[in-house]
């Protein structure tokens, strides 16, 4: 039995054009410097149970001195 | 987080898949259950309960798939795949009054939401707790590296456009994508699709609206083939040639 309901999607990829990308600038998603990487992530967080997602988020808030810490989706009232 | 704060609208619209446990408050026999349980497959009415953050009214929702895992008496364990917006704790009571005993949800896991599953990239607290400080305190990113994931990461399943460095700058600014800039295109992708563009590098430039089918974005000569919506990546990551051009004439250098 498969873990999870909804299957692999198979998507294809069609080139229009071929180029090369400059490496000078922009860079792959795990190769960001840390304060550019940090710029551009996310959490997949295991929420424990008790607290609200808003409280998690007004926490991490604290913690990591980021105003814009958002989640998406909460639980509550489901 | 911070720039990759823009993706939010579209990962709350995302299919989430969910473990819950009914229980139920009579006794109802396996085929029964069955028989009600899969009677809520497909679209079903719904009115988000009192103690919710929409608007009450009676809306209809998806449920792709629903299946039951486990079943110890008055306890079900339930897996459920569904639409945005779908409230498991009125989906228990509902197959309640169905089987006419009553029912109500005892406990919910969401397993996934998106791309994003509970076997990828996963993080507790504790997790990001310890990261954040061994990056302060010891200069190490390598943990902050696992908890925190690229943004890029998030929208694995919506369908791509992968653009030219050229036309990268422009797309930051919120200029709609035209179809010169487009480089590949994942098939499928039809009008008014959520679609991310990217750089050839894996980079998400932006999130926006599809304008054409995907054919159209492969044999079309000009035109818009993608509306800017959310910008995820700062303007000046990559050269603003469009600038340029504008400022001294066409085919000046960079």
Not at chain 2, 126 to 154: C, G, M, N
Not at chain 2, 192 to 213: F, H, N, S, W
Request: charged share 30%; net charge positive; aromatic share 6%.
């Amino acid at each position: 039995m498969e873990k999870y309901l909804k299957g692999t999607e198979k998507r294809e990829i069609f080139i229009k054009d071929e180029e090369d990308t400059n490496p000078d600038y922009g860079w792959k998603p795990e190769e960001r410097p840390i304060e550019v990487y940090l710029k551009y992530v996310a959490i997949n967080l295991d929420k424990p149970v008790g607290p609200s997602s808003h409280e998690i988020v007004a926490w991490l808030r604290r913690l990591l001195g980021i105003e814009k810490v958002a989640h998406a989706g909460t639980l509550e009232g489901c | 987080m911070s720039r990759a704060i823009k993706v939010l609208p579209v990962l709350l619209k995302e299919d989430k898949e969910y473990v819950c446990v009914m229980r139920l408050h009579g006794d109802v026999d396996d085929a029964s259950l069955r028989k009600v349980v899969n009677m809520f497959k497909g679209p079903i009415y719904q009115r988000p309960p009192l103690r919710s953050a929409v608007k009450r009214a009676l809306r209809v929702r998806r449920i792709y798939d629903i299946r039951i895992l486990e079943r110890d008496g008055r306890n079900v364990l339930l897996q459920v795949w569904c639409e945005a917006g779908t409230y498991m704790r009125k989906l228990c009571h509902d197959i309640g009054e169905i089987l006419g005993v009553g029912a109500h949800m005892q406990e919910l896991r969401r397993i996934r939401s998106g791309s994003l599953d509970e076997d990828h990239y996963l993080a507790t607290l504790h997790d990001v707790v310890d990261a954040f400080f061994f990056w302060k305190e010891h200069k190490l990113e390598e943990p902050l590296r696992q908890s925190f994931i690229p943004v890029e990461y998030t929208i694995q399943h919506i369908p791509k456009v992968v653009i030219r460095d050229s036309a990268v700058d422009a797309i930051c600014h919120g200029a709609p994508l035209t179809v010169p800039g487009i480089l590949q295109v994942e098939n499928g992708i039809k009008v008014r699709d959520t679609v991310a563009i990217m750089t050839l590098k894996g980079e998400l430039v932006a999130l926006g609206e599809a304008v054409m089918r995907s054919e159209q974005m492969l044999t079309a000569k000009k035109g818009i083939a993608v509306k800017t919506k959310a910008v995820i990546m700062e303007p000046g990551t990559y050269p603003s040639m469009w600038k340029k051009k504008k400022k001294s004439g066409a085919g000046a250098g960079i």
